[in-house]
């Protein structure tokens, strides 16, 4: 079965630096794709990024990006420039290419950022 | 576009009971997929319907149970609500059956059986 694992239940940082979020899977297949989603206190979950796991380029959105290591099965996800908003839980999530277009993420268990004045 | 709409926000059953749920998906979104979280199991997928057609479900009982209309809306059910049960019911669209395209949520329905 597939997994998604966020080693780090908690973080925090202060307004304006750099933050790390960890997130290794584990799947057999060769053709995935990942995704970083946002869940602030009003309960939305919202899309931060994604990556195709075929690209090897990591993907970048404005001040977000991902480290994506294919070998090591990691994903972890950089918040540069950390803003109040930021301050939410963050969802690492996973899900097969081979499914005719099915949706059935697999979701880690979240990591709680805070960002601190 | 109106985003994804899940009603009731909060639902307060009893045991035993049946609750029904209600989503209505961006316009012209015909996938919608519901999600189950829970503190102690995160976010777990309970099942996915295209085109009125259940596509894929998740490891839950028979309890747990869902329906898409003609018009893309969707509605999940549980009977026999047991307390476990209580958690926060997601609600996800998308626009194209496609791997990558993302998933909209709504604001979820918080579930609480006592």
């Known amino acids: 079965a597939q997994t998604v694992t966020q080693s780090q239940p908690e973080m925090s940082v202060q307004e304006a630096e750099t933050v790390t979020l960890s997130c290794t899977y584990d799947t057999s297949e060769s053709n995935y794709y990942l995704f970083w989603y946002k869940q602030p206190p009003s309960r939305q979950m919202i899309l931060v990024i994604r990556q195709e796991a075929y690209k090897q380029q990591n993907a970048t959105e404005n001040r977000f990006s991902v480290n994506f290591q294919k070998a090591a099965k990691s994903f972890s996800l950089k918040i540069s420039d950390s803003q109040l908003g930021d301050t939410a839980m963050y969802f690492c999530?996973?899900?097969?290419?081979?499914?005719?277009?099915?949706?059935?993420?697999?979701f880690g268990k979240g990591t709680k950022l805070t960002v601190n004045p | 576009k109106a985003g994804v709409t899940q009603t009731p926000r909060y639902l307060i059953k009893t045991r035993g009971q049946q609750v029904t749920l209600s989503c209505s998906p961006i316009?012209?979104?015909?996938?919608v997929s519901w999600y189950q979280q829970t503190p102690g199991q995160g976010l777990q997928f309970l099942f996915e319907?295209?085109?009125?057609?259940?596509?894929n479900k998740g490891n839950f009982p028979g309890r747990f149970s869902g329906r898409q209309f003609s018009n893309s809306r969707s509605e999940m059910n549980v009977s026999t609500l047991e307390l476990g049960d209580s958690a926060l019911y997601l609600c996800?669209?998308?626009?194209?059956?496609?791997?990558?395209?993302?998933?909209?949520f709504g604001n979820g329905t918080r579930l609480t059986v006592t």
């Open positions: 319907y295209f085109s009125e057609t259940q596509r």
């Open positions: 999530a996973f899900i097969e290419g081979t499914q005719g277009g099915s949706e059935k993420l697999v």
């Open positions: 996800a669209s998308k626009d194209f059956v496609s791997y990558n395209s993302p998933l909209h």
């Open positions: 316009s012209g979104h015909r996938s």
